[in-house]
């Protein structure tokens, strides 16, 4: 009996000194069950320690088997020793918080520079918001947020929004606890640009063989032209036609650079033919009461017309009548070209003859395109009446020579949507515009009469080429 007593002791030392260096931790039970049973301890018991405690019904301690191991104090030294027990904090149970928007300054460059500044101008807010919107064109801004983010108060923050609100370069859309949703009103320059992959099928370009009308200078591109239609793809905006002006009639051209030079000389006789477009009627036109060169220029027009075949008739009753007879040929290209496209032909014209002479632009390759029709990002028809890419600057020009008050709108929405600003969008008119119309202040374009035209060309080709020099 004593022999396996003692065997038993020393397989337990042997199990306490394995339970120690396999850090096995006891464990205790808890205060619960003690506290639904009530034993009768002797005043020794009572002196035990805590750790040392085993209530009646309760399991003994993890360990070797052992005659009531713990009970007596002559056994404590074969009693593992009881260490408190280390439990894990539990992570509580978070309430789902919904997570904090904020502007990284490594995510948004934009805020890298601007938070080095103080007070900086309402101008590089506006290059702030362009760029958190990712590249979009409406998105909420969580005011808090980026005004931390930026390093000014909230007051200053939304001081600087309220100014570019003013100047009509956002627009609140709505408020609320999240933040404010604003729209820009001006195109984001930090839209990042789709470009065609080296994989993706070129089907989708429209062919454009035979587009270069005759006369062009060398610097002509065909691989301008290319560029200038991915421009527009890249922008959802797709061409489905182009004209093919590489047989356009020498005569056509002389009398848009006619009109162009003499139109306001030319204007009363212009005016009463293109009355007659839908009928075709024979007219008569007095010219009693009119200075010399007014006649002189009237008379040179009607004799170009009817030498490029656009007049089927036409008879000049000297002094005392002094009268014209004459009857247009209804001809497609004689209705189009009397109606406008006598302008638009002006203006391809000037501006490859500008092009061609002027020390910025005589040696850099062009492209343009004239009357193209295009379908819209929402399958919405639309031409342009002249579309040009020089270098890598894009300059789109709209003629009129009626009415054009009611497609300001739309001219200024598409405009958005190419990217272009008041800088390289140019509205022509034969006359200048009334100055209630207050074009350019309301609308993101610029506007000018046919005579300042190829003035205003020059002056906005060579400072949107300065700007691409200084860059």
Known sequence: MGKNTGNKKETLSRNIENDTDNDIITTNYSDKSKSKKKTNKNAASADLKPEDRREEGTPPAKGPAGPETGKRSGDAALTAPETKPVTKAKPKAARAKPKKENYDPAEFPSIQAMSTLRGFAPLGMLFVLMDVLGGGEEGLLRI???SEALGIGKPAMLAQLDNLESAGLIRTVSSSQRGRQIELLTPNVTAPKKTLGPNEPAEELLPIPGVVPKGMPSTFSQEKLRDLQLYLMNRGIRVTHLPDESDLAPRVSGIANFLGRYFAWVRPFYTRLKATLNAGQEIEFSLIGYQGRDVTHTL???KLLQDAGFLATFTYRRAPHCRIVARL???PVAINFLSGGWLEHYIRDRVVSILSTHPATHDMSFAFMKNPRILL???ENFEFDFLLMVGEKIFWIEAKTGEYQEFLGKYERVSKLMGL?????LL??????????????RYDLSCCSVDEFAEVF?????????????R
């Open 428 to 441: 022509v008119l034969v006359d200048a515009p009334k100055p209630d119309d207050r074009i350019t202040s």
């Open 329 to 331: 040929n209804r001809t």
């Open 144 to 146: 808090n947020r980026l």
């Open 377 to 379: 990002p929402e399958d």
């Open 300 to 302: 040179n027009f009607c």
């Open 458 to 470: 020059r002056l906005m080709l060579v400072r949107e080429l300065g700007r691409r020099r200084r």
């Open 421 to 425: 600003t008041r800088d390289n969008n």
